[in-house]
């Protein structure tokens, strides 16, 4: 059979019976030249069907009853009509197993090779999925559109849309042919499954969309240079609807770099970028210029690709100037820099700068932003200001300066207050750089704060980045070298004595230096050796030595001695806590908390009524209620490990917190130890594994004083004094004590105790349950996890059982909702710890099943 070229042959059909022959189907025309139309003229057994240009749906239909194939035939020859296959009903385009037949006879695939694009694509992907099974035919239809997607179909479906200044075809077949242009991965993938082609993979698709994009742009430059009109009203629905379904960075990363090489100098190519911009649809626009500003690299070339569209669109300006400055926070600081000189560029987009840079300032500046939103937030906020301060030229900054160092004082204010230690040093960064900006007076704020990557990277936005150029593919260079500067080996050389003819011989400088580097420095007096000494030292002494010595001394001297640390043990804590650094000791509040700490592990009721009692007293600065909350936690800490049964200090340690004195005869270790060793060397072992100590029980040292660290501590939380208001302004405070009541009730676990102490603890939190100081917050989540953790599951149903589910309820709230991501995975974490007590409690069965 001679081929058929259904291109050059408009009068033909070939209908394929049950059995597989082939018949010709002759128009009521006059056949075509080819040899197949006169082969088929001469055929007694042809079939009579209505002209090509007369199909209408309805003839279809009745033909698509006899044999759907036979309907796919026709319409692919008449491509006056291409398209009428795709309009038919359901039943009419499901071809079976039938569609490995056509795809044999290497018609259909030319046929959709050479036919209008826009509908040959939706008959493919149409036909893709209308079978149902796996098969040679599913195969072939793959391979079909593989290769429509590899010879550049989509550039000549695109340019065709351009070509048509007025659209001619229905909106619902526009709405279509966007669908499954743009969700080609998604169809392919819920048909082919683990059979999918890597042509179809999202990685790999929309970049080549993207190249098709811009195969179609550079066609409609040159059709405006040669003075014909053209639509990009498609390509920029296609655009719009990449990027709205999440392939905005895929597109662009093709996009942008051609779009900002043509653009720069060519006013053609800026035109065009700003049309297909302006077309893009407002629902759409968003996700098209997140995607434009994440992969530029300059403020330029998103001047030129997109122009004033800032200016022009609602949407696009309220996106610019105000969404992605003040409720993203995701982007880097190359973003901003990027939109910030877009909008610097202009002198009609200068005047969005400054307000963009008053809008900055009131949320850098608002109290209630610092208190309730995430500090990444934050951070983005501080580093769009820095760069819109220097941005400005000298006449703008004379104009904001009121307004500059209004938002200066309020906001260093703001953040000076907040207990965060993050947020307290970006208030710092952000003062110091905008009083040197202003220069008030010639007088600069200076702060003393810890230097990390954040605070220098704040630093660095005053001062303009160099300039980015687009990377340039080829070999690594050598670094050029400068003229005079030389290398490190010429320096070595130098400074080698042959290089120094006039040196002299019996210089000192060749002589080894001494090793001194486990030296130690010269004591200018004696360390104290008794506990009054050092008492008497701190209460008395005006020397700096000999209080040095003491403070150093006292630590040791308290665990060394523990009788005569207990006769002290309250008037030596009064003294360290009410003790200053008055001769600049080094390490004077470690050595000071260190003493603190030996006393209350030594002598634990008494020291820990008192230091409970004064941090509710007046007359303390915050430093020392600080001071306090930590002793007790530190000194729980200890008192909760256990000790080894074993040495001098030990039992020591033991006979002083449990107020048993023991005697070396009454250790029943030893006997023990004894009866195990007669055993074992009377006993015949045939093998034997690693071999570990068994774990010796010891006695929770913390346990019996667990209410004289944890109750006291509750009294008088809500009274207010004159210098301490725990439930006002002294949220610092507030939420150490809370994190202490929650690491005691965790040390508390299996206390006589616990149960009391937990329900206290959640009274009390309760009542501040939603504090605005995240530190408090934190503190209170953390709590809440030590009572779930510490308290019997039974304990838990029993007495907090009217509490449960409002807590639950609280929690739920905050896991969802809450600014904080320390706040939120507290709250998970909470969540989790109930359900499973809960659980255990209510069907232990299943729980042990489970495990």
Not at 64 to 84: E, I, K, Q
Not at 736 to 745: I, K, P
Request: with cysteine.
């Amino acid at each position: 059979m001679v081929p058929l070229k259904i291109s050059q042959c408009r009068s033909l059909a070939v209908l394929i019976t049950g059995s597989g022959r082939l018949q010709p189907i002759i128009p009521t025309s006059r056949p075509g030249r080819c040899a197949l139309c006169q082969w088929a003229q001469k055929s007694a057994s042809a079939v009579r069907v209505p002209q090509a240009p007369t199909y209408d749906k309805m003839v279809l239909e009745l033909i698509g009853s006899v044999c759907p194939l036979m309907v796919a035939m026709t319409v692919a020859v008449s491509t006056r009509h291409f398209g009428a296959f795709d309009r038919c009903s359901p039943r009419t385009r499901k071809f079976g197993s039938q569609w490995a037949n056509v795809c044999e006879l290497s018609l259909f695939p030319k046929t959709r090779m050479r036919g209008p694009p826009d509908q040959a694509l939706l008959v493919l992907i149409d036909a893709i999925g209308s079978v149902r099974s796996p098969s040679a035919g599913l195969d072939r239809l793959v391979s079909i559109l593989e290769r429509f997607l590899q010879s550049g179909r989509l550039t000549v479906l695109l340019w065709s849309r351009c070509q048509e200044t007025a659209p001619s075809d229905s909106p619902q077949l526009r709405e279509t042919l966007l669908g499954r242009l743009v969700s080609l991965p998604d169809l392919t993938a819920n048909k082919l499954h683990h059979h999918n082609k890597p042509v179809f993979l999202p990685r790999q698709y929309y970049p080549l969309l993207a190249r098709e994009m811009l195969a179609a742009l550079e066609r409609t430059c040159q059709a405006l240079r040669d003075g014909k009109d053209c639509s990009l009203a498609f390509v920029a629905l296609t655009l719009g609807k990449a990027c709205v379904q999440g392939h905005g960075e895929l597109v662009f990363n093709v996009l942008a770099p051609p779009l900002s090489s043509r653009t720069s100098s060519d006013m053609v190519w800026q035109r065009v970028c700003w049309k297909l911009l302006e077309n893009v649809p407002e629902r759409w626009l968003e996700s098209v210029l997140t995607g434009l500003v994440q992969a530029v690299n300059r403020p330029d070339t998103l001047s030129r690709i997109m122009g004033n569209l800032v200016l022009k669109n609602r949407k696009a300006h309220f996106f610019i100037t105000h969404k992605l400055l003040l409720l993203q926070y995701k982007n880097e600081t190359r973003v901003l820099r990027v939109v910030l000189g877009y909008l610097s560029e202009d002198r009609e987009r200068r005047t969005l700068l400054l307000q963009v840079l008053r809008a900055l300032c009131q949320a850098w500046a608002n109290p209630s932003a610092v208190r309730h939103t995430p500090i990444e937030q934050q951070l983005y906020v501080s580093r769009a200001l820095l760069l819109c301060v220097a941005l400005l030229n000298d006449s703008e900054l004379q104009e904001l300066r009121p307004e500059l160092l209004q938002c200066m004082l309020g906001g260093m204010q703001s953040h000076l207050d907040s207990s965060v230690v993050r947020v307290r040093r970006v208030g710092m960064v952000i003062g110091e750089c905008l009083s040197s900006r202003m220069d008030i007076g010639g007088a600069k704020l200076k702060f003393e704060y810890e230097q990390d990557e954040e605070t220098e990277e704040l630093l660095s936005l005053l001062t303009s980045p160099p300039e980015e150029t687009e990377p340039v593919a080829g070999p690594p260079k050598s670094p050029p070298e400068v003229k005079g500067q030389t290398r490190p080996s010429q320096v070595a050389a130098a400074r080698t004595p042959a290089a120094d003819p006039d040196s002299d011989l019996d210089s000192d400088d060749e002589l080894t230096p001494y090793d001194m580097s486990a030296d130690q420095e010269m004591s200018q007096g004696a360390p104290p050796r008794y506990l009054r000494d050092c008492l008497e030292a701190f209460i008395t002494s005006e020397d700096p030595v000999r209080v040095q010595l003491s403070l150093q001394a006292v630590e040791g001297l308290v665990r060394k001695n523990p009788s005569t640390a207990r006769e002290v043990s309250v008037e030596l804590s009064k003294v360290l806590l009410h003790m200053e650094d008055r001769y600049g000791t080094e390490d004077f509040l470690c050595l000071r908390r260190g003493a603190m700490v030996a006393l209350a592990v030594t002598h634990p009721v008494p020291v820990t009524e008192y230091l409970t009692a004064e941090f509710y007293s007046m007359n303390y600065s915050l430093r020392q209620r600080l001071d306090m909350l930590e002793v007790l936690a530190s000194s729980a800490q200890e008192l909760s490990r256990p000790i080894a049964d074993t040495g001098v200090q030990s039992k020591v340690i033991r006979a002083v917190t449990m107020d048993a004195p023991l005697y070396p005869g009454d250790d029943p270790i030893h006997w023990r130890q004894v009866v195990e060793r007669r055993i074992q060397n009377k006993t015949k072992l045939l093998s034997k594994g690693v071999s570990r100590p068994p774990t010796k029980p010891t006695p929770n040292r913390f346990a019996p004083v667990a209410g004289h660290f944890f109750f006291p501590l509750l009294r008088n939380y809500d009274r207010p004094q004159v210098t301490f208001d725990l439930l006002g302004g002294d949220h610092l405070v507030l939420g150490r004590l809370v994190h202490t009541l929650g690491l005691l009730m965790h040390l508390a676990v299996n206390a006589p105790g616990a149960t009391q102490m937990g329900r206290a603890l959640l009274d009390f939190v309760w009542a501040v349950r939603y504090h605005t100081d995240q530190t408090v917050r934190r503190g209170i989540l953390f709590a809440v996890c030590s009572v779930f953790l510490s308290m019997p599951s039974q304990s838990l149903l029993l007495e907090l059982s009217e509490q449960l589910f409002e807590t639950r309820a609280w929690l739920a709230d905050v896991a969802e909702g809450d600014p904080d991501a320390d706040c939120r995975n507290l709250a998970v974490q909470s969540l989790v710890l109930l359900e499973k007590s809960l659980k255990t409690e209510l069907n232990p069965d299943a729980l042990g099943l489970e495990s």
